[in-house]
């Protein structure tokens, strides 16, 4: 009798400095699970300390990009039935915010709930037009989670981000560019290249370490002033002085050729 290996939940593939992360759970057009989270927060962790990978796309499997919670697990909690000390020990869901490469969304199909949230923890977002994006939070009884009341907001305004939160209405992949709930449409057969395409460009041009710094600072400044962003950025530009890298881009720029940038010390989590 042979045992059947257990499902890989996040597929893993390396396309040069890139990583293409994919929730590979397609019969359940990749519904959320803890189990998904643990391999995809896992595959996260290990893609931001390995110097190789400079860049990170996800995607889902199939036709879809993430249905939100898998309504098993719904149903769990609408019970009681969740271990709630078994989620006070899990790490907390906004983890991929704290990832310190670019994160790219290439979303394939359905973003819903839960799975949008993920969506939107990315740094971009690329669509196929048919994409379905929903809050859906308001139409199961729950309410906006997991800091989607903080994200939405900042990115489409109050008022469109209360539209879709109390609607909880589908929008296709050309409302959400109109929006500015995703930044590039592609065909549904270029998707992921096309992401990937942009997630190589960074990886080529871009110092790893100035885009980890620059992401800091703009989660940072969404709470700070601006003269408390100005303040911290003389002392940010005071440290990268002492860093090879923008000497690195100074003289790759002038001898006209890509720049050879260090990679990211997976010890250094300041930026």
């Known amino acids: 009798m042979t045992t059947q290996a257990p499902a890989v939940l996040v597929l893993a593939e390396r396309r040069g400095p890139v990583l293409v992360l994919t929730l590979n759970r397609p019969e359940r057009m990749n519904a959320w699970t803890d189990a998904l989270e643990d391999s995809y927060f896992a595959a996260l962790d290990a893609a931001d300390g390995d110097p190789e990978v400079r860049a990170i796309v996800v995607t889902g499997a199939g036709r879809g990009f993430c249905a939100g919670a898998d309504m098993a697990d719904l149903q769990e909690a609408a ?23 670019p994160l790219i969304a290439a979303i394939n199909g359905p973003a819903v709930g839960l799975g949008l949230v993920e969506a939107l923890y990315c740094d971009i ?32 305004g109050p008022s469109t981000a209360l539209d879709l939160l109390l609607s909880g209405r589908t929008i296709l ?18 998707l992921v290249d096309d992401a990937v395409g942009y997630a190589r460009e960074l990886a080529v041009h871009s110092s790893p370490w100035s885009m980890a710094t620059i992401k800091a600072q703009v989660r940072a400044d969404l ?10 950025s003389y002392e940010l530009m005071a440290a990268g002085f002492l860093r090879p890298d923008v000497a690195e881009g100074v003289q790759s720029y002038l001898e006209r050729r890509p720049p050879a940038f260090p990679p990211l010390d997976p010890r250094d989590r300041t930026a």
Do not use: C, M, N
């Open 79 to 101: 019970t009681g039935a969740i271990d709630a000390e078994r989620h006070e020990r899990r790490r907390p869901r906004a983890f991929p915010l704290t990832v310190r490469k």
């Open 125 to 156: 977002r690329f669509a196929t037009p048919d994409a379905r994006l929903s809050t859906t939070f308001a139409r199961r009884g729950l309410i906006a989670e997991y800091g989607i009341s903080w994200l939405l907001p900042r990115l489409v």
């Open 223 to 232: 709470e700070r002033g601006f003269a408390e962003s100005v303040a911290a």
């Open 173 to 190: 992949g050309d409302e959400a560019l109109r929006l500015r709930l995703v930044d590039r449409l592609s065909p549904p057969g270029q």
